[in-house]
């Protein structure tokens, strides 16, 4: 019976798509056997083809390929354009945002319909804002916003508003994203496409959500999904059930927010829906993590981060590597969590690479597709003037000609000044991030050594005086009744957990030293090399300008880099005489560090953690430092570091 019943089913599927294909078949052989000029034809198979891209990409792409033909023959500009636009939003649904991108600018250079023109302005902008790039995302958005509004079309004007809030959502600016999803509400409700007014609830959910309203949010985005589940929309489904488990889950409720972000997942799935999946295993992670599943939230988490890598998302894969650092740093495994804020750090540093890239792309695309819209425009004229007198028409090339050289070299030169603004922006961004991310460290680290330190400190310090002092009582009662061996014994005892006390304090006080919480940089500078100096090594210290202290940041940083250059000469250098040198004046400090121990070979020798430890320090400030060394002849390290840098 079951067999049965599952046959039927298989052929209920199987006759659904033999009559879907047939009708579109049928709609486009009635469109190719009309009387239909071949212009007509190419825009009515292009209407045809965008009602399929979503749920059969591949039938889309097979009327696209038809209508291409047609347009190609007849040089119909708008046409190819169309066929560059529907392939853009099928790669783009793939989860294939630069190829989408690069797919689009050819589209916008030939398009001549001013409503297709708006939707692609308006797409360009969300593709954009999907690749993290904030002005170049603004500036098509508003293009297709001018043009939208030019002709009043509710629906294009919601599109290009809606990409704009969106991005005002990535950035922060809930006050603006919450204007411009208003006025997409508006345009909605105008249009009267439901489909709008409901993905517009479910945006002003998100801006709520951002916001920590959790019930204004959740109330959004359950009047979303009633009016998504009325039109059967499967794909937008899959959207809300994405923000409804985002949203339950940073309420606190874990159990619908596990619920809802796994159907989530389940529908994406089905539908291989790609471009949006590493958000979903992210979110389900996070909270995962939330409910204390710490097993599972490291499953989910490292999936978002191989999924965003392999779909090559740009902006999933860079937020996948923050996600799985601050969750290992959250749960105390600070090993990991180092290892992928370094990654996230140099996915960062990459980010300029990929934009240099991109630029060259962008700037040949452009190109291509200007010289190629020129080409169809002197063909155009060309039937024109074919009636005309030569001489007329050889004036007229050689000015339009003109004309086209002075506006693509004005044109290249507008791209390579704003390609080189966008280029320092993303500098200046990516220099901001890794100060950030340096910064986290550093706090971080130090962070630990006060917990180590006052862990030592208030417990085992505690313990051992106590053991000490009951110690020195116990004995003290049974002495009389104590041999000379006993006696010697129990002061050995005694001697050894004194010296285990002195040996803590001593090992807390170096991890987080009181004098440089207290007094200062010098005070601690002193006290730790005053603790070091004996017979066997001469230390000489001079300290100029440290009259007053300086911020917590550089006096921590100057004095781990003090003691890990002194701690290597004792370790490494065999050297019987250190002298320090520190000198601050208005605009920076400066210290240099010599030894007259064995030197090394700075050719051949590998830098080591505590080198690349002290560089990483002196990075953050800005500072710079230079190593000076040779077999036989010592070390001298010059440390320089500006105290008003930005």
Sequence with gaps: MLKFILSLYFSFITITSFAQEINYKKQVQNVISSKLNDEQKVDSLFSIAIKFYKKEPDVSLKIA???????????????????????????????????????????????????????????????????????????????????????????????????????????????????????????????????????????????????????????????????????????????????????????????????????????????????ELAYTYNYLGEAYNYAGNFKEAEKWIKKALAFAVEINNTKQNFEALESVSNFYASNKKLDSAYKYLNLYKTFGDSLRKIDNALAINELTTRFETEKKDQEIKLLSKDKELQKAEIKNKNYLLLFIGFIAIAIISIGLFIIYKRKANEKLNLQKEIIKQQDLATKAVLEAEEKERRRISGDLHDGVGQMLSASLLNLNHFIASVKDKLSASEEEKAKTTISLVTESYDEMRSVSHQMMPNALLKSGLSTAIREFLNKIESDDLKINLSINGLNQRLDEQTETVMYRIVQECVNNIIKHANANQITIQINKDAEAISCTIEDNGLGFDKTISVKGVGLSNIESRISFLKGEVEIDSALGKGTLVSIYIPLNSD
């Design 65 to 275: 390929d038809q209508f291409y033909e047609i347009a190609e023959s007849n040089k119909y500009s708008n046409g190819l354009g169309s066929f560059w636009y529907l392939k853009s939003r099928i790669e783009e649904r793939q989860g294939n945002i630069n190829i989408a991108k690069d797919f689009n600018y050819k589209a916008i250079g030939l398009l001549k319909d001013s409503t297709k023109l708006s939707a692609a302005y308006s797409f360009q902008s969300w593709i954009f804002r999907r690749l993290s790039l904030k002005e170049k995302s603004i500036e098509y958005g508003i293009k297709g916003v001018e043009i939208a509004e030019a002709l009043n079309n509710y629906n294009l004007i919601y599109n290009a508003y809606n990409n704009i809030a969106a991005l005002y959502v990535g950035e922060r600016d809930y006050v603006l994203a919450r204007k411009y999803h208003l006025l997409c509400s508006k345009y909605a409700k105008l249009s009267g496409n439901k489909s709008k007014i409901a993905a517009n609830l479910g945006n002003l959910g998100i801006v709520s959500l951002r916001e920590k309203k959790y019930d204004e949010a959740i109330a959004y985005h359950k009047q979303s999904l009633k009016v998504f589940k009325e039109l059967k929309d499967s794909s937008e489904i899959a959207f809300v059930y994405n923000d409804l488990g985002a949203t339950y889950s940073q309420k606190g409720d874990q159990v619908n927010g596990i619920k809802y972000l796994r159907e989530s997942i389940r529908l994406r799935e089905k539908m291989k829906e790609s471009n």
